[in-house]
């Protein structure tokens, strides 16, 4: 946040309030009210603030850009606020671009902290995803503007409404005034923004149908027996394809229109999911991309971003979970090799490379000191992709990568920052062996501020 600061009021205004050693300070008391214009929108989708005296930002959720607001300041940090929106005191002028509130699909949003952007235009929500990736590049990566190619254009989801796979709504344990009183009060959905309060939600419209009408039967059962639950508790509600069908029946049928869903609540059971063309059985409670719409546009983005001569290299996909990537860009390249180290993850992957017929790939269970190892690729014919989790890689990875030296490195990234700042390492560490070819965003959350992030570096 404090980069915004420095941008928005000027470098020299911030370093002036540092050496006066006002930067922090209680500029506003707890609660108060002030009147605020909006003039841009922060990478966690919130409206920034200036205050007329144009010396602080105020972090503001649900405006927009053009807008004067009347925020309430719950929590100031340095040189910037925290602010709950009470009030919109003029609209902007621009409103067909920035606020249209018809546009917004759920009763709970302005409250629920799952979305932001709902009142924009789809247009402008992939346009402030690629400015999210442009200002983590800029801040994060630490490379010169000469070493980052121009932002690519954010890759849109198919469906922005109605496409996650995957919903957690979560309740707080039950009071005794709440068991005696047939659940009145007993909220069961989704965290209040700014607050540590659960909000009573029955429906969460970016979820799959599937999953909705699940949500209200899960719901119902957990209010039935809250007295059991001591704390508070999770419910999972995961879409999939059914599993009382053969599953070498769903790969020879192929994708249909009306393909039948369902919504899979424990966390111990086996779900299926079809991707393009290939098919896909993993444990409930491990990790997938929640946006299946999207992910045949982001693999066939990377299958067009590699050259069309990749039949005689090889793949190597780390932080490979269930096989997601591996199988199906393995067609692509002469032999394939996953590399995770969950034996859990591992196991699944096998039996989706089987599933699927693939004979050119293999799984390896790796260990975080050695992930390479056992590897005989032709480091100069390799490319390796990368997907990890939102902490990004470590060094040790990081090191492990730059002694195998491959040819290519495709990064795949659910945290732009994290992505940035490691990519700024690959290159720099390398002497700059290592250019970057391109980077974009990939919209797997429409509505919210989330952009999935895709980078492409070669060996110069």
Known sequence: MFFEVKRLLRLEKVEAAVQAEQDYIEKFDHLQEVELEVVDVSSHGEGLAINDEKDWIVAVPFCVPGERVLARVYRNDRMHSYADLVEIVRRSEDKVEWRDDSRIGCKYFGKCSGCQYQMLSYEKQLELKRNIVV??????????????????????????????????????????????NNGEGFNIGFQQKGRRIVLDIEECPIGTPAIN???????????????????????????????????????????????KHVCITDH??????????????????????????ILRSLVECIRDILPSDEQDSYLVDTYCGSGLFAITLAEKFKEVAGVEISSESIKYAKLNAEINGLKNIRFIAGSAEAIFEGLTFDASKTTILIDPPRKGCDELFLKQLLAFSPKRIVYVSCNVHTQARDVGYIVKQSGERYKVDSVRGCDLFPQTYHVEALAVLSQV
């Not at 098919?279 to 929640?290: E, G, I, K, P």
């Open 135 to 180: 200002k983590a590049y800029q801040n994060f990566s630490h490379l010169s503007d000469s070493l980052v190619p121009e932002i690519g254009p954010t890759l849109p989801s198919p469906q922005q409404y109605g496409y996650r796979t995957k919903l957690t709504p979560h309740f707080d344990a039950p009071k005794p005034d709440m068991i005696r």
């Open 213 to 259: 009408q699940q949500m209200t039967i899960s719901r119902e059962e957990t209010k039935k027996n809250m007295a059991k639950y001591k704390r508070g508790a999770t419910i999972l509600l995961r879409d999939s394809l059914p599993i009382d069908i053969p599953i070498e029946d769903q790969v020879e049928s192929g994708p249909t229109p009306d393909e």
């Open 268 to 293: 111990h059971a086996v779900v299926r999911e079809r991707v393009a063309d290939k098919m896909f059985t993993f444990s409930a409670n491990s990790f997938f991309q929640n946006n299946n719409d």
